[in-house]
């Protein structure tokens, strides 16, 4: 058992006064039989200062704490001191939960008096200045947000000896924290100097709090785990005070809950009869007010039409108008899968149904409890899916509800979308409909007969647009001219760019030629800065370009000018007129920025060749800046929230790059295009080689979400443009990324022949370019031993994963600290796998021990590497023969991975070993609950037809013993068929072992 955490630092005082005190302090204790407590005292009683130690047993109980800060209270009555005392009051309750938890395993007075004595000690120091009691008292209350709910877990746990050390290494950091505290206001008791050194003081609170994070985890997965050993009463009076807790902390809903991504827009005018549509459709049912007043049901409707016909802004316009039919609103562009995820994770997060952020936020997880919460919830909702291109995309999106009314808008009808129940086409505006919404959007001159008369004629020239409309009143009103002469403007317009005047009336004829035309008009107003700004987004997310992205953009020198301002002031100052032409549309509340698609397209059109290229690589450029960077081979979970901010805007980058070569063609047969590629030369295969890059770091994080479908294509796009170029090592080293990344999904996926060509060819070319000790060869080697030992070739595989980890033992510049750090832990956990793979059990144990050991202390408890390693450690334990502890370990391996991946492949495997072990046990309900999870989830991940087979077979042998013997023999016999067309063979009848095969070896 390791000792507990010493301080930050250490106050020596008299050293014999001291030890005797720590003697008496140990024989105080009623639990000879467990050392770890009375060492913790010893501990702090050698550390503390003989006056502390002394003061503390004058604090022995939380009421003399409590008695204390009210005298305290009083001496400073009505000044700032007292109000900040008062937020001191709920970190008082939490610890005095925590007081609980070491009087039960501690069983000394001594435990408490340093716990309560030092806090008291801590707010008496800090009091006498009022800047510092304000710092120490915010890490209080930060502190409170990460302690656990010891109280519920010792009320079922009083008796585990794992949950008793996670309190007591819990118990050290709390009071580390209280004596570093003690220790930083003796020595700067001055205000002045408590300000200029607190940036260090409180970094080394912020490792603290993680490591204090880090025994919370600890102690909900200990008690966790000891539930599972105990009987079933232990089991059922855990479930019960944790439903009574519960009803005491249950989630209190944010509702209601509006998120809408389109602004209100007060000059919207028309479609009366769309918007009906929508009413009687997502609305009113069966002459009711409301669908609550009727027969429950999910009703669904779908707007139909081509750009610019407003399908957007009349399904904004619907839900504005329907905030009090609805108690739950949200937004989500779904164009994209990212974006679909997004708008789930934003609104999950807003409504409180999940909490995580950061590095370990898991999309997929939240999706699912989003949807689980549309299933439950009484409230009323709407979602409206914006701008659908592939129903596929959307189904995994799709809540299955009795309830609910879902609004689609998409370009084009789409027969496989099957649920939704009825869609309408939008036709364009008539003429006097158009006319009126031109002038309403227009500034009035007394609605003078010639501006009406325009007005009528503007609307037939725009063929019923709304979207050309609207910019028209965008251009009168920025360029304060009437309508009357913007017809005037347009005409010539006309006989300028073309000389023919089109049939008029026909949207088909009109709708890129109006709208055009209307362009020309309104780009030829913008200045450079404001050119630029609408070029940027012209490559990027139409739906949503976070504010920050243009702003660095706008503040930075990408393109040959100077940057285009140094303010904020600045940078609104050029959004404003781009807002008022209606060419790009700013949500103040996300903080982004949103642009029309056929905007994009017709400021593309508009570029040169040069320009073109130039807006391009200025693009890349910065999305290379905002776009975490994969570095050595290591993971990017760190990173996942940073990335998934900014993958939206790097897809929609990527299309741009076959035009690349197109537009710079070295064949076209014009000569003023080779004379343009010939000078442009360097600077096409520098973007090029800039796009590659950042796609080499964008489909690492894709690959590490689990987005196998998605990576390969775009890896083969990035390895088309590094080939463009001319070969040198840096192209070359390059080339071995992307062919790493495609590696690693062939692993995951296992198609391990196809994964071990690819780490040898990573390998070729590393040995050639890199020398003999350096991360990259390290990787490569363990790479090729994970795909080794999938192929069975045992021996290799081990040999090449010592040669990685003795590689890494020789990386001892400080520049691979990090590198060493988070590569070591998974090399012990890959190798415990492979020795248990191989049937070298004694050894992998001993290897796993240490794997779990190392991966918490790099990656956390609630890590993903963290619960391999668990997971890997458990079924050596399994083949051992310890049976209880593989389940202990498996259970907690399953837990994080529910935690961190939430509904991912490897959280399936985790379901099927534990129900494999509950079956074993006899526990068949149980085991058949966690089965028909697994099946759940393999059957939506990427390339799991193997897992999903393997689960199918074992969930029918389970269904047989429990009785239901047809069902069961179907299943099985799906499992063979399923089998049969992977493989091309069937196993024997009533052989598990043949499925076996079908799973990555790192989840057999």
């Not at 009808?413 to 086409?425: G, H």
Request: net charge negative; aromatic share 8%; glycine share 6%.
């Amino acid at each position: 058992m390791p000792p507990p955490i010493p301080p930050d630092s250490a106050v020596p005082g008299p050293a014999t006064d001291s030890l005797s005190r720590a003697e008496r302090a140990v024989d105080e204790c009623t639990n000879p039989s467990d050392k770890i407590w009375q060492a913790a005292i010893e501990q702090w009683a050698n550390t503390l200062e003989e006056k502390d130690f002394a003061g503390f047993e004058q604090t022995p109980t939380y009421s003399i704490l409590k008695k204390h800060l009210a005298e305290l209270k009083e001496a400073y009555s009505n000044r700032l001191t007292t109000k900040i005392l008062e937020r001191v009051n709920p970190f008082l309750q939490s610890i005095q939960g925590f007081s609980g938890a070491l009087d039960t395993f501690a069983g000394c007075e001594t435990v408490l008096c340093i716990l309560w004595g030092s806090l008291k000690l801590v707010i008496q120091l800090a009091s006498k200045s009022g800047d510092a009691l304000e710092k120490i008292v915010e890490m209080i209350e930060k502190l409170e947000t990460h302690l656990p709910r010891i109280d519920i877990y010792l009320k079922a746990f009083s008796k585990s000896e794992r949950v008793e050390h996670a309190v007591m290494q819990l118990f050290c950091e709390i009071i580390g924290f209280f004596v570093s505290s003690i220790d930083f206001l003796r020595h700067h008791p001055l205000l002045n100097t408590i300000r200029s050194v607190w940036s260090s003081f409180d970094k080394k609170f912020s490792e603290r709090l993680a490591r204090i994070n880090e025994c919370r985890d600890n102690i909900e997965l200990e008690a966790f785990a000891a539930n599972v050993e105990r009987d079933t009463v232990r089991h059922e009076e855990l479930k019960g005070l944790l439903m009574r807790d519960s009803d005491v902390r249950k989630p209190k809903y944010h509702l209601p809950c509006h998120i809408i991504g389109i602004p209100r827009n007060p000059k919207f005018f028309g479609r009366e009869a769309d918007l009906s549509f929508l009413e009687n459709r997502l609305v009113t049912v069966k002459g009711t007010s409301s669908v609550a007043a009727a027969e429950k049901r999910q009703l669904s409707a779908a707007l139909i039409g081509l750009g610019g016909l407003g399908k957007t802004q009349i399904a904004a316009k619907f839900a504005w108008d329907h905030l009090d039919k609805f108690g739950i609103i949200f937004w989500a562009q779904a164009d994209s899968a990212s974006k679909l995820e997004q708008a789930f994770l934003n609104f999950g997060t807003r409504v409180g149904i999940s909490s995580e952020s950061g590095a370990g936020i898991d999309a997929a997880r939240v999706v699912s409890l989003v949807k689980e919460f549309l299933a439950d919830t009484d409230v009323r909702w709407l979602i409206v899916f914006d701008n659908v291109e592939d129903s596929n995309t959307l189904k995994p999106f799709w809540p299955i509800a009795t309830q609910g009314s879902i609004l689609l808008t998409a370009r084009s009808f789409m027969p496989q979308l099957i649920t939704v129940s009825l869609s309408r086409e939008l036709e364009p505006l008539d003429e006097s409909v158009g006319s009126r919404l031109l002038l309403g959007v227009s500034p009035t001159h007394g609605n003078r007969p010639e501006d009406v008369q325009a007005a009528g004629r503007l609307s037939v020239l725009m063929g019923g647009l709304p979207l050309a409309l609207v910019q028209i009143g965008g251009y009168v009103s920025t360029a304060q001219c009437s309508l009357s002469e913007f017809l005037d403007i347009y005409e010539e317009e006309l006989r300028v760019g073309n000389g023919l005047f089109p049939h008029e009336g026909s949207i088909d004829l009109y709708y890129e030629y109006t709208l055009d035309t209307v362009w020309n008009v309104t780009f030829a107003k913008l200045n450079p800065g404001q050119t630029l700004i609408l070029g940027l987004m012209a490559f990027l997310d139409p739906d949503s370009v976070p504010d920050q992205l243009i702003f660095k953009a706008a503040t930075t020198e990408l393109t040959e000018d100077h940057s285009l301002c140094t303010s904020k002031a600045q940078y609104f100052n050029l959004l404003k007129t781009l807002t008022m032409y209606n060419l790009v549309r700013r949500d103040q509340d996300r903080g982004c920025l949103a642009i029309h698609r056929l905007v994009q397209q017709a400021t593309i059109q508009r570029m040169s060749d040069e320009k073109w290229l130039q807006i391009l690589d200025a693009v890349v450029h910065l999305l290379s800046l905002v776009f975490p960077r994969q570095l050595f081979g290591m993971a990017m979970d760190r990173e996942w929230d940073e990335c998934g901010r900014y993958l939206p805007q790097v897809l929609a980058m990527i299309p741009n790059h076959g035009q690349v070569m197109t537009r710079f063609s070295k064949v076209d047969s014009s000569a003023e295009m080779c004379r343009i590629f010939r000078h442009h030369q360097n600077s096409v295969f520098k973007l090029l080689r800039g796009m590659a890059e950042l796609l080499h770091h964008v489909t690492w994080y894709m690959q590490e979400r689990g987005m196998f479908d998605r990576v390969v294509p775009i890896v083969e796009t990035a390895k088309g443009l590094v080939r463009l170029d001319s070969p040198c090592p840096e192209n070359e080293l390059l080339l071995a990324e992307l062919e790493n990344t495609i590696g690693n999904v062939h692993l995951e996926v296992g198609n391990l022949d196809q994964c071990k060509a690819s780490f040898l060819e990573v390998k070729k070319i590393r040995a050639r370019n890199c020398p003999p000790v350096d991360p990259s060869i390290a990787n490569v080697l363990e790479n090729l031993s994970l795909a080794e030992t999938g192929l069975r070739n045992y021996d290799a595989a081990i040999e090449l994963s010592y040669r990685a980890m003795h590689i890494r033992e020789q990386l001892t510049d400080a520049k691979y600290a990090a590198y060493i750090e988070n590569t070591v832990p998974t090399n012990y956990s890959n190798l415990c796998r492979i020795l248990y793979t191989a049937g070298r059990f004694a050894r992998a144990a001993a290897i796993g021990e240490q794997g779990i050991a190392l991966a918490k202390k790099a990656f956390g408890t609630k890590s993903r590497n963290t619960a391999q390693a668990i997971f890997n450690f458990a079924d050596v334990r399994m083949r051992q023969g310890y049976k209880e502890e593989a389940l202990n370990l498996h259970l907690q391996a399953l837990r994080l991975r529910e935690e961190v991946l939430g509904r991912h492949y490897q959280t399936a495997g985790s379901c099927y070993k534990v129900a494999l072990i509950l079956q074993e046990r006899g526990d068949l309900e149980n085991a058949q609950q966690l089965l028909e999870k697994a099946l759940d989830i393999y059957e939506e991940s990427f390339s799991q037809a193997g897992g999903a087979a393997r689960t199918m077979f074992k969930l029918g042998e389970l269904l047989i013993l429990r009785g239901s013997r047809d069902k069961g023999l179907k299943l099985q016999q799906e499992a063979a068929e399923r089998r049969a067309s992977l493989t091309g063979s069937a196993p024997e009848d009533g052989n598990p072992d043949g499925y076996d095969d079908l799973i990555p070896y790192v989840d057999r």
